[in-house]
C-alpha cells in the first residue's frame, strides 16, 4: 500500500511525521504521489491553521474518494467534543500516534482514538534517519506555561520529557547517518529536564558527541537561559551561533496580561550577556501584534524595544483569538485591519534588520550546509542561519563547505564556494 503525509505547523509536527512515515516505510508501506493512505498532521495554533487543515481533509476526500485519510495532531485533539467539522476515516489525537500501524490494520469503520492529554505521558518516538539535512530530535512534549492568547497547552498536555539516554541514543544514530546539525525540539524545549538532569546538561553532553558539527536550539524561552546555560554556550563551538527567543511583545502591559514569565528589561537585559560571550550571535524571535487592548501606544513601545534588542529576524503573528483561552474573554479586542496594518510594519522592520546582519558578513568566510541543489545552485544556511545560495558544479547537500560571502540578493547572500571540507 502506497501512502502520504501532509504536515501543518511547528517542527514538533515535522519530526513526528518523519517518525510515523519511517514506520509505515518499515512495515512495508511505500511512499505514492497518488496514496491508498493520506495522512494530514494537523495545527491548531490559529484559526488560519485551522483552516487549512480543514480545508486539505475536504479536498483529499473530493480528489482521491478511495483513500484512507488519517487526521491527525492538534486540531483533532482540539475538536474532541466535536469532530463532525473534520473529514476522516481514522482520526488520532495527540496520544499514540505510533500507534497508527495497528489502527490501520483493525480499520473496518470511522474511529476516533482520543486521550484525557491532562494524564499522558511522554511517547517515546525515535527517528534514526531525518529525511532533511537538519535533523530534529524532539526531547519534549507539552506546556504549562498557559500564555493567556494559547491553545497549545490544553491539545499538547502537561510537560513531559524523553530520558536523556534515549536523546543521546537517538543522536548518535542520526549522526551515524551522516548528520551533521541536529536541532532540538519541543512545546516547551527549555523546560526540558530528566529528575535533576536539566536542558543545560543535556546540551553540555550532546556537543561532546563525536562526528557532530552544529547543534541548534529550534526556539526557547528567555526566562530558561540561566548561568549553565550561558556557560555552555560559551563553552562549545557546536551550539550554533543563532537563538529564536520568542518576545510576543515589546509593552510590559501586554506582556503581563499574555501572562509571559518576564518583562522588557529582563528580556534585554539576558539577550546582552548573550552578546557579551557571542558578540555576533543571531536572535531571532516572535512577535503577536493586536493582543487585546494593545494600543497605538502599546504597540510603538514595541517598536522601540525591538530596535533596542535589535533582532536579525522577527516573525510575526496577528493576534488569533482562540476559543478556550483567557485572552479569548478578554475586552478590547483589536480590528483585523489594525493587526494587518501591524504586521506590514513588523515586516518591513524585519527586512531591514534581516539585511543589515547580513551586511556584517560580506566579504568575509563562512562555512555552511547546503540543503537543496536544483538548477545549479546550492542553497542552505550558515550556523548563524545566514541564507546562502551559491553556483556548483557538483552536489554538495549535507557536506560541510566554506564560502565567501559577496552579495545581497535577498532573501539570500550569493556567495562563492572555497573548498568543500571533508571532515
Same mark, same amino acid.
Given at each position: 500500500m502506497t501512502y502520504k503525509i501532509y504536515t501543518f505547523g511547528c517542527k514538533v509536527n515535522e519530526y513526528e511525521s518523519e517518525v510515523i512515515g519511517?514506520?509505515?516505510?518499515?512495515?512495508?508501506?511505500? !511512499?505514492?504521489? *497518488?496514496?491508498?493512505?493520506?495522512? #494530514?498532521?494537523?495545527? /491548531?495554533?490559529?484559526?488560519?491553521?485551522?483552516?487549512?487543515?480543514?480545508?486539505? @481533509?475536504?479536498?483529499?476526500?473530493?480528489?482521491?474518494?478511495?483513500?484512507?485519510i488519517i487526521a491527525m495532531g492538534c486540531l483533532v485533539q482540539n475538536s474532541k467534543d466535536d469532530l463532525t467539522q473534520l473529514e476522516y476515516d481514522i482520526a488520532i489525537g495527540n496520544q499514540d500516534k505510533t500507534k497508527i500501524i495497528d489502527y490501520i490494520k483493525d480499520y473496518n469503520q470511522k474511529m476516533a482514538y482520543l486521550k484525557d492529554m491532562n494524564k499522558a505521558s511522554f511517547e517515546n518516538m525515535n527517528l534514526n534517519n531525518f529525511q532533511r539535512t537538519r535533523a530534529y530530535i524532539k526531547i519534549q512534549d507539552g506546556c504549562d506555561n498557559y500564555?493567556?492568547?494559547?491553545?497549545?497547552?490544553?491539545?499538547?498536555?502537561?510537560?513531559?520529557?524523553?530520558?536523556?539516554?534515549? #536523546?543521546?541514543?537517538?543522536?548518535?544514530r542520526l549522526i551515524k547517518h551522516g548528520h551533521k546539525e541536529i536541532v532540538l525540539t519541543g512545546i516547551h524545549t527549555g523546560n526540558y529536564h530528566d529528575n535533576n538532569y536539566d536542558f543545560a546538561d543535556l546540551l553540555n553532553d550532546l556537543t561532546k558527541l563525536d562526528g557532530l558539527k552544529r547543534l541548534r536550539i529550534s526556539s526557547v524561552e528567555i526566562t530558561e537561559l540561566g548561568d549553565k546555560f550561558l556557560d555552555v554556550l560559551k563553552n562549545s563551538k557546536i551550539l550554533?551561533?543563532?537563538?529564536?527567543?520568542? &518576545?510576543?511583545?515589546?509593552?510590559?502591559?501586554?506582556?503581563?496580561?499574555?501572562?509571559?514569565?518576564?518583562?522588557?528589561?529582563?528580556?534585554?537585559?539576558?539577550? *546582552?550577556?548573550?552578546? $557579551?560571550?557571542?558578540?555576533?550571535?543571531?536572535?531571532?524571535?516572535?512577535?503577536?501584534?493586536g493582543f487585546p487592548t494593545e494600543t497605538d501606544e502599546h504597540f510603538?513601545? =514595541?517598536?522601540?524595544?525591538?530596535?533596542?534588542? *535589535?533582532?536579525?529576524?522577527?516573525?510575526?503573528?496577528? !493576534?488569533?483569538?482562540?476559543?478556550?483561552? +483567557?485572552a479569548s474573554r478578554m475586552d478590547?479586542?483589536?480590528?483585523?485591519?489594525?493587526?494587518?496594518?501591524?504586521?506590514?510594519? @513588523?515586516?518591513?522592520?524585519?527586512?531591514?534588520? $534581516?539585511?543589515? !546582519?547580513?551586511?556584517?558578513?560580506?566579504?568575509? +568566510? &563562512? /562555512?555552511?550546509?547546503? $540543503?537543496? !541543489?536544483?538548477?545549479?545552485?546550492?542553497?542552505?544556511? =550558515?550556523?548563524?542561519?545566514?541564507?546562502?545560495?551559491?553556483?556548483?558544479n557538483k552536489d554538495l547537500t549535507g557536506k560541510l563547505? *566554506?564560502?565567501?560571502?559577496?552579495?545581497?540578493?535577498?532573501?539570500?547572500?550569493?556567495?562563492?564556494? @572555497?573548498?568543500?571540507?571533508?571532515?
Open positions: 519511517e514506520l509505515l516505510e518499515n512495515h512495508g508501506f511505500t !511512499y505514492g504521489e *497518488n496514496p491508498d493512505i493520506c495522512i #494530514v498532521n494537523t495545527c /491548531t495554533v490559529t484559526n488560519k491553521a485551522d483552516s487549512k487543515s480543514r480545508k486539505l @481533509l475536504r479536498s483529499i476526500r473530493r480528489n482521491n474518494p478511495k483513500a484512507l500564555c493567556s492568547y494559547c491553545i497549545i497547552p490544553f491539545v499538547r498536555g502537561h510537560v513531559r520529557c524523553k530520558k536523556k539516554e534515549d #536523546v543521546l541514543n537517538e543522536a548518535k550554533v551561533n543563532h537563538m529564536h527567543i520568542p &518576545l510576543q511583545s515589546g509593552s510590559d502591559e501586554i506582556l503581563k496580561k499574555m501572562n509571559r514569565k518576564y518583562d522588557k528589561k529582563y528580556y534585554i537585559n539576558k539577550i *546582552n550577556k548573550i552578546r $557579551e560571550i557571542r558578540p555576533d550571535i543571531s536572535i531571532t524571535t516572535d512577535v503577536i501584534v510603538n513601545e =514595541t517598536l522601540k524595544t525591538i530596535k533596542k534588542v *535589535n533582532f536579525t529576524k522577527i516573525h510575526v503573528f496577528p !493576534y488569533s483569538d482562540r476559543e478556550g483561552t +483567557k478590547g479586542h483589536v480590528s483585523e485591519s489594525v493587526k494587518k496594518q501591524r504586521v506590514k510594519t @513588523l515586516l518591513n522592520i524585519s527586512k531591514d534588520l $534581516e539585511i543589515n !546582519y547580513m551586511a556584517k558578513f560580506l566579504n568575509k +568566510k &563562512l /562555512t555552511f550546509i547546503p $540543503e537543496i !541543489y536544483k538548477d545549479g545552485y546550492l542553497m542552505g544556511h =550558515t550556523e548563524n542561519f545566514l541564507p546562502i545560495k551559491v553556483p556548483s563547505v *566554506n564560502v565567501s560571502l559577496e552579495k545581497i540578493n535577498y532573501p539570500y547572500i550569493e556567495s562563492k564556494v @572555497l573548498e568543500e571540507e571533508t571532515v
